[in-house]
Nanobody, 125 residues
């Protein structure tokens, strides 16, 4: 399985932006479709964005649509989630996840094979 490590989280003011990174190792990132999830305190995991293995197809969930961009650089073995116009309700731990053997990302947690440890994003009002 691929190992994933997220970075780029931190404290940001409302209206600001962040770029989260997900570095892959152990297997070629190009073998995987990728997704980003988050979990806010006391809440369930929430699927935010997905990108196909080829990078040609992306998806954004309503809470981040228009404010997020997911993209990948397989040569750097990294997937990114760039978020703008951040809101306090975006405060959560953000996770990247990988699903192998398929072209398309998945929408639910059990479908993913590998997970990173998460990176905290805190948005102050």
């Amino acid at each position: 399985q691929v190992q994933l490590v997220e970075s780029g989280g931190g404290l940001v003011q409302a209206g600001g932006s962040l770029r989260l990174s997900c570095a892959a190792s152990g297997r070629a990132l190009s073998d995987y479709a990728m997704g980003w999830f988050r979990q806010a305190p006391g809440k369930e995991y929430e699927f935010l964005a997905g990108i196909s293995r080829s990078g040609d197809i992306t998806y954004y969930a309503n809470p981040v649509k228009g404010r997020a961009t997911i993209y990948r650089n397989d040569a750097k073995s990294t997937v990114y989630l760039h978020m703008t116009s951040l809101k306090p309700e975006d405060t959560a731990i953000y996770y990247c996840a990988a699903v192998g053997g398929v072209e398309m990302y998945a929408f639910t947690r059990p479908e993913y094979d590998s997970w990173g440890q998460g990176t905290q994003v805190t948005v102050s009002s």
